[in-house]
């Protein structure tokens, strides 16, 4: 006898890639159910109390610094609707780094690794109700509170499932590369998705895009942790890959549709602003902007972190885009593991020349994020005139962003990684 389920998704702004992604996988494998989106805790619960289904899987996905808000969240979901039929998953990049805190932290599942496979194998599993130890890519809630891990779940290419469904309208960015060559040693991407890149077919994508004007939309836009790097494994761009993915996307459009790439959600890395690549993208874009990843003015500082590129191509990278009627907003971390004095000097030194080339500084503070080498590291001290320097950026327009509440975030996620020590034996399903 077939168990009837219904799925709850937490919907948040900051994480609706993932769950769109995860919807397009249940639809293409067709085991879509009953659906309902909660934006607020209230309506979260408000959907879990009116389901009438045998099972009732509530899906929640949040980034590290948000793992502490998202838990107290979870309480007051299960406070005001809790019963057997509920079973509370977290997914992404925290749950797959940190399983064990988040089934201390009251979750019953966590996924591990990319969802599309095990939330399709998690509701079949559910509606045949078999043990949730047979589905891929899940740590399960032992009888003593451990989290038990099942086989990992496989890595598939990425054309096997799309970015977003197509019958529930939930569009965004079309994902065109997973997973990260560079493997910064700051960054989360390589160790959820993989130290190498895989990309979307273009036939894929123009698939995503016919999709999208079908249903009347007229702008695109590109998840990719660096856009140059489509369609090569190497270092060096492929340009002639990326200009038959943006010319196949311009084809599938209707009039007046847009093209937005190496722009939010995405980034070029400096050593790929060349001109010619500027030239190629002038040709196809919308976007009057794009995003550069510096991170550090030192060459000391970049080299630790395995930026593999120095603080001069920076320079090059902005001038080369503003030269092409590009506006860069250029990402800088403070705060970085090691990081001295002088360091940070030379970064804000960098910052305030670019500034001077016309472009936008994005500040941000450096977090020990789990899953990544610097997890356990201690954030740099940045002292006050480092902080004034910073705001008189900010007040001239020449810089933005969330350096101060990352900062915050950076503290808890410190005091987190001591508390859950990286070393921990990982139990799995086969263990005896």
Known sequence: MSVDVSVVVRYRKAVTYGVHALLGALETAKAECDLRFGVTAEETAAHIAASTADRVLVLWSFYSPDA????????????????PRVLHIAGGVHATAEPQQVIDAGWDLAA????????????????AD????????????DADGMALRTPPAPQLPLDAFPSFPDRRRAFGPIEITRGCAYTCRFCQTPFMFGGRFRHRGVASVREHVRRMAAHGLRDVRFITPTSLSYGTQGPDPALDAVEELLAG?????????????????SEIR???????????????????????GAQSGSDRV??????????????DAVRIAAEFGFRPNVDFIFGLPGESAEDQEASLRLAADLADLGAR?????????????????????????????????????????????????AARLAETAKAYPRRTRRRRTTDQ
Do not use: C
Not at 276 to 288: G, I, P, Q, S, T
Not at 302 to 315: F, I, K, T
């Open 302 to 315: 970049l080299a630790a972190a395995g930026r593999g590129h120095g603080a001069e191509p920076v320079r």
């Open 361 to 409: 500084i994005h500040t941000h503070t450096f977090m020990p994020l789990p899953g990544t080498p610097w997890r356990d590291a201690e954030p740099a001290f940045i002292p006050l005139a480092t902080m004034r320097e910073l705001d008189r950026l900010a007040q001239r327009g020449d810089a933005y962003g969330h350096w101060r509440k990352q900062a915050e975030h």
């Open 249 to 265: 996307v311009k084809e599938e459009l209707p009039a007046g549709g847009r093209v937005f790439f190496g722009s939010f959600p």
């Open 68 to 83: 502490e808000a998202m838990a107290a969240e979870l309480a007051a979901v299960r406070a005001l609707a809790d019963d």
């Open 270 to 292: 400096p050593e790929h602003v060349t001109p010619e690549a500027m030239r190629l993208l002038k040709r196809y874009v919308a976007n009057d902007n794009i995003i550069i």
């Open 130 to 141: 078999t043990p949730l130890t047979t589905v891929p890519g899940l740590a399960v809630r």
């Open 112 to 127: 591990i690794g990319e969802g599309e496979t095990t939330i399709v194998a998690l509701v079949e599993a559910l509606r």
